[in-house]
Protein backbone atom coordinates (compact mmCIF):
# COMPACT_ATOMS: atom_id res chain seq x y z
CA UNK A 1 0.00 0.00 0.00
CA UNK A 2 1.33 3.42 -0.99
CA UNK A 3 -0.90 5.32 1.60
CA UNK A 4 -1.80 8.69 1.25
CA UNK A 5 -0.04 10.05 -2.00
CA UNK A 6 0.30 13.36 -2.74
CA UNK A 7 1.42 15.51 -5.84
CA UNK A 8 3.08 17.53 -6.56
CA UNK A 9 5.93 18.12 -3.82
CA UNK A 10 7.00 21.37 -4.84
CA UNK A 11 4.91 24.11 -7.19
CA UNK A 12 5.35 27.71 -7.53
CA UNK A 13 2.47 29.72 -9.05
CA UNK A 14 2.34 33.46 -10.00
CA UNK A 15 -0.96 35.06 -8.21
CA UNK A 16 -4.55 34.58 -10.14
CA UNK A 17 -2.95 31.10 -11.80
CA UNK A 18 -5.28 28.21 -11.05
CA UNK A 19 -3.98 25.07 -9.92
CA UNK A 20 -4.92 21.47 -8.16
CA UNK A 21 -3.26 19.42 -5.89
CA UNK A 22 -3.90 16.31 -6.28
CA UNK A 23 -4.45 13.55 -3.17
CA UNK A 24 -4.99 9.73 -3.69
CA UNK A 25 -5.19 6.89 -0.73
CA UNK A 26 -5.19 2.97 -1.46
CA UNK A 27 -6.73 2.09 2.20
CA UNK A 28 -10.21 2.73 1.20
CA UNK A 29 -10.88 5.20 3.57
CA UNK A 30 -14.52 7.35 3.89
CA UNK A 31 -12.95 10.07 5.63
CA UNK A 32 -10.40 12.30 4.19
CA UNK A 33 -9.11 15.97 4.70
CA UNK A 34 -7.23 19.11 3.62
CA UNK A 35 -5.40 20.83 5.96
CA UNK A 36 -2.81 23.70 5.62
CA UNK A 37 0.28 23.96 7.80
CA UNK A 38 1.96 27.80 8.58
CA UNK A 39 4.25 28.47 10.78
CA UNK A 40 2.45 29.66 14.77
CA UNK A 41 -0.50 28.44 13.10
CA UNK A 42 -0.35 24.56 13.52
CA UNK A 43 -2.62 22.89 11.19
CA UNK A 44 -6.17 24.55 9.59
CA UNK A 45 -8.82 22.46 8.27
CA UNK A 46 -9.52 23.50 4.93
CA UNK A 47 -12.53 21.07 3.57
CA UNK A 48 -13.20 17.73 4.34
CA UNK A 49 -15.36 14.92 2.98
CA UNK A 50 -17.02 11.71 4.92
CA UNK A 51 -17.52 9.77 1.55
CA UNK A 52 -17.52 9.76 -2.24
CA UNK A 53 -19.93 12.74 -3.26
CA UNK A 54 -20.01 14.49 0.66
CA UNK A 55 -17.87 17.31 1.09
CA UNK A 56 -18.08 20.23 3.63
CA UNK A 57 -15.49 23.21 4.78
CA UNK A 58 -12.91 23.28 7.27
CA UNK A 59 -12.04 26.25 9.14
CA UNK A 60 -10.14 28.31 6.48
CA UNK A 61 -11.93 27.08 3.22
CA UNK A 62 -12.08 30.38 1.31
CA UNK A 63 -10.44 30.56 -2.20
CA UNK A 64 -10.11 26.39 -2.35
CA UNK A 65 -12.25 24.04 -4.09
CA UNK A 66 -13.08 20.15 -3.30
CA UNK A 67 -14.77 17.12 -5.19
CA UNK A 68 -14.89 13.82 -4.17
CA UNK A 69 -16.05 11.93 -6.98
CA UNK A 70 -14.43 8.73 -5.93
CA UNK A 71 -13.18 7.22 -2.65
CA UNK A 72 -9.78 7.24 -3.40
CA UNK A 73 -9.43 11.48 -4.39
CA UNK A 74 -9.81 14.42 -2.70
CA UNK A 75 -8.35 17.01 -5.22
CA UNK A 76 -8.25 20.26 -3.95
CA UNK A 77 -8.45 23.30 -6.63
CA UNK A 78 -6.83 26.97 -5.59
CA UNK A 79 -9.21 28.63 -8.34
CA UNK A 80 -7.08 32.11 -8.16
CA UNK A 81 -3.96 32.11 -6.08
CA UNK A 82 -3.29 34.86 -3.76
CA UNK A 83 0.18 34.92 -1.79
CA UNK A 84 -1.74 34.43 1.72
CA UNK A 85 -2.00 31.09 0.31
CA UNK A 86 1.65 30.36 0.73
CA UNK A 87 1.81 27.37 2.45
CA UNK A 88 2.68 23.76 3.03
CA UNK A 89 -0.55 21.34 1.75
CA UNK A 90 -1.05 18.34 3.98
CA UNK A 91 -4.32 15.41 3.09
CA UNK A 92 -4.95 12.92 5.36
CA UNK A 93 -7.14 10.45 5.37
CA UNK A 94 -8.97 7.78 8.05
CA UNK A 95 -11.58 4.71 7.89
CA UNK A 96 -13.78 7.18 10.10
CA UNK A 97 -12.91 10.18 11.78
CA UNK A 98 -12.57 8.82 14.99
CA UNK A 99 -10.09 6.60 13.85
CA UNK A 100 -6.22 7.51 13.76
CA UNK A 101 -5.40 9.76 10.43
CA UNK A 102 -3.09 8.89 7.61
CA UNK A 103 -1.49 11.97 6.30
CA UNK A 104 0.66 12.24 2.95
CA UNK A 105 4.11 14.15 2.64
CA UNK A 106 2.69 17.24 2.23
CA UNK A 107 2.87 20.05 -1.32
CA UNK A 108 4.93 23.21 -0.39
CA UNK A 109 3.55 25.84 -2.44
CA UNK A 110 4.68 28.80 -3.29
CA UNK A 111 2.64 32.35 -4.48
CA UNK A 112 4.56 34.87 -5.98
CA UNK B 1 -16.66 26.27 20.17
CA UNK B 2 -14.34 23.33 20.37
CA UNK B 3 -10.55 24.56 20.59
CA UNK B 4 -7.35 22.89 21.41
CA UNK B 5 -4.82 24.98 22.87
CA UNK B 6 -1.07 24.06 23.23
CA UNK B 7 0.27 26.98 25.23
CA UNK B 8 4.28 26.21 24.62
CA UNK B 9 5.28 27.03 21.20
CA UNK B 10 8.50 25.45 21.96
CA UNK B 11 10.18 23.75 24.81
CA UNK B 12 13.66 22.94 25.79
CA UNK B 13 15.20 20.31 27.44
CA UNK B 14 18.49 18.16 27.95
CA UNK B 15 19.02 15.25 27.05
CA UNK B 16 17.65 13.16 30.37
CA UNK B 17 15.39 15.40 31.54
CA UNK B 18 11.69 14.78 32.10
CA UNK B 19 9.17 16.10 29.42
CA UNK B 20 5.96 17.50 29.31
CA UNK B 21 3.95 18.67 26.22
CA UNK B 22 0.71 20.42 27.52
CA UNK B 23 -2.39 20.36 25.87
CA UNK B 24 -5.69 21.80 27.12
CA UNK B 25 -9.19 21.11 25.37
CA UNK B 26 -12.55 22.59 25.41
CA UNK B 27 -15.46 20.57 24.20
CA UNK B 28 -18.44 19.77 26.23
CA UNK B 29 -19.03 16.05 25.23
CA UNK B 30 -16.66 13.18 25.43
CA UNK B 31 -13.54 13.56 22.72
CA UNK B 32 -11.73 11.74 21.41
CA UNK B 33 -8.20 12.93 21.40
CA UNK B 34 -4.90 12.48 19.84
CA UNK B 35 -0.95 13.26 19.80
CA UNK B 36 0.51 13.62 16.17
CA UNK B 37 4.54 13.90 15.59
CA UNK B 38 6.22 15.42 12.74
CA UNK B 39 9.92 14.94 12.64
CA UNK B 40 12.44 17.00 10.60
CA UNK B 41 11.63 16.56 6.61
CA UNK B 42 8.62 13.84 7.63
CA UNK B 43 4.97 13.54 7.11
CA UNK B 44 2.71 13.84 10.27
CA UNK B 45 2.54 10.66 12.31
CA UNK B 46 0.04 9.02 14.73
CA UNK B 47 2.04 8.72 18.49
CA UNK B 48 -0.94 7.76 20.42
CA UNK B 49 -4.55 8.26 20.98
CA UNK B 50 -6.40 8.43 24.60
CA UNK B 51 -8.57 5.15 24.24
CA UNK B 52 -5.90 2.93 23.54
CA UNK B 53 -3.98 4.22 26.87
CA UNK B 54 -0.81 2.55 25.04
CA UNK B 55 2.87 4.11 25.83
CA UNK B 56 4.61 4.74 22.36
CA UNK B 57 8.31 5.43 22.50
CA UNK B 58 8.58 6.19 26.17
CA UNK B 59 5.36 8.81 25.74
CA UNK B 60 2.44 8.93 27.78
CA UNK B 61 -0.67 11.16 27.90
CA UNK B 62 -3.67 11.02 30.27
CA UNK B 63 -7.43 12.42 29.52
CA UNK B 64 -8.09 14.35 32.94
CA UNK B 65 -11.77 15.28 31.80
CA UNK B 66 -12.07 17.99 35.28
CA UNK B 67 -8.93 19.74 34.14
CA UNK B 68 -9.89 19.15 30.32
CA UNK B 69 -6.40 18.17 29.57
CA UNK B 70 -4.35 15.30 27.20
CA UNK B 71 -0.92 16.29 27.94
CA UNK B 72 1.87 14.16 26.63
CA UNK B 73 4.96 13.03 29.07
CA UNK B 74 8.12 11.26 29.06
CA UNK B 75 10.22 10.58 31.87
CA UNK B 76 13.63 10.56 30.38
CA UNK B 77 13.87 12.71 26.83
CA UNK B 78 15.95 11.81 23.83
CA UNK B 79 17.46 13.54 21.77
CA UNK B 80 15.78 11.65 18.72
CA UNK B 81 12.44 13.13 20.43
CA UNK B 82 13.17 16.54 19.02
CA UNK B 83 10.24 17.13 16.82
CA UNK B 84 6.82 19.30 16.04
CA UNK B 85 4.07 17.89 18.50
CA UNK B 86 0.63 18.58 17.53
CA UNK B 87 -2.63 17.57 19.83
CA UNK B 88 -5.75 17.51 18.11
CA UNK B 89 -9.34 16.58 18.91
CA UNK B 90 -12.57 15.05 16.81
CA UNK B 91 -15.95 14.36 17.94
CA UNK B 92 -17.96 12.25 16.02
CA UNK B 93 -21.06 14.06 15.36
CA UNK B 94 -19.28 17.25 13.80
CA UNK B 95 -17.16 15.53 11.50
CA UNK B 96 -13.80 17.40 12.57
CA UNK B 97 -10.69 17.13 13.68
CA UNK B 98 -9.25 19.97 14.95
CA UNK B 99 -5.58 20.56 15.95
CA UNK B 100 -3.60 22.57 17.92
CA UNK B 101 -1.10 25.22 17.29
CA UNK B 102 2.12 22.73 17.80
CA UNK B 103 4.78 22.56 20.10
CA UNK B 104 8.34 22.04 18.87
CA UNK B 105 10.27 20.20 21.21
CA UNK B 106 13.66 20.42 21.07
CA UNK B 107 16.49 17.91 23.32
CA UNK B 108 19.86 19.04 24.09
CA UNK B 109 22.91 16.63 24.28
Known amino acids: NAGVTQTPKFQVLKTGQSMTLQCAQD?????MSWYRQDPGMGLRLIHYSVGAGITDQGEVPNGYNVSRSTTEDFPLRLLSAAPSQTSVYFC???????????FGDGTRLSIL | AQRVTQPEKLLSVFKGAPVELKCNYSYSGSPELFWYVQYSRQRLQLLLR??SRESIKGFTADLNKGETSFHLKKPFAQEEDSAMYYCALSWRSQGNLIFGKGTKLSVKP
Open chain 1, 92 to 102: ASSRTLDQPQH
Open chain 1, 27 to 31: MNHEY
Open chain 2, 50 to 51: HI
